[in-house]
Nanobody, 126 residues
Framework: HLQLVESGGGSVQPGGSLRLSCTTS?????????VGWFRHAPGKERERVAC????????DYAESVKGRFTVSRDNAKNTIYLQMNRLKPEDTAVYYC??????????????????WGQGTQVTVAS
């Protein structure tokens, strides 16, 4: 059973940066998993902000974060990252990573994932 663990959240001023990390507890590999980063703010629907296929060759971003957020993966470290730059107050949310086995012949981002982390809070405020 895949258990995901996020880290790197915190409080930052507008315009600042944070890097979130997602890995597994128990040592299971993420090598063949597509991973999505989601966020959920109070009063808003959950939003997928980024995803990366298992090869790392394809990524996708929500329009609201394009040009500011970058998703990447380091399979040697079994970690997926979300680099968030030029943060805005509207980026404030709990951020989750989610994973599911990718299609090895047609890797693609998904809308639904089987495995989720516990979330990490990101607060952007003056």
């Amino acid at each position: 059973h895949l258990q995901l663990v996020e880290s790197g959240g915190g409080s930052v001023q507008p315009g600042g940066s944070l890097r979130l990390s997602c890995t597994t507890s128990g040592g299971l590999s993420l090598d063949y998993y597509v991973v999505g980063w989601f966020r959920h703010a109070p009063g808003k629907e959950r939003e997928r902000v980024a995803c990366i296929v298992y090869t790392g060759e394809r990524t996708d971003y929500a329009e609201s974060v394009k040009g500011r957020f970058t998703v990447s993966r380091d399979n040697a470290k079994n970690t997926i990252y979300l680099q968030m730059n030029r943060l805005k107050p509207e980026d404030t949310a709990v951020y989750y990573c989610a994973a599911d086995l990718d299609d090895l012949y047609n890797p693609r981002c998904l809308d639904e994932y089987d495995y989720w982390g516990q979330g990490t809070q990101v607060t952007v405020a003056s």
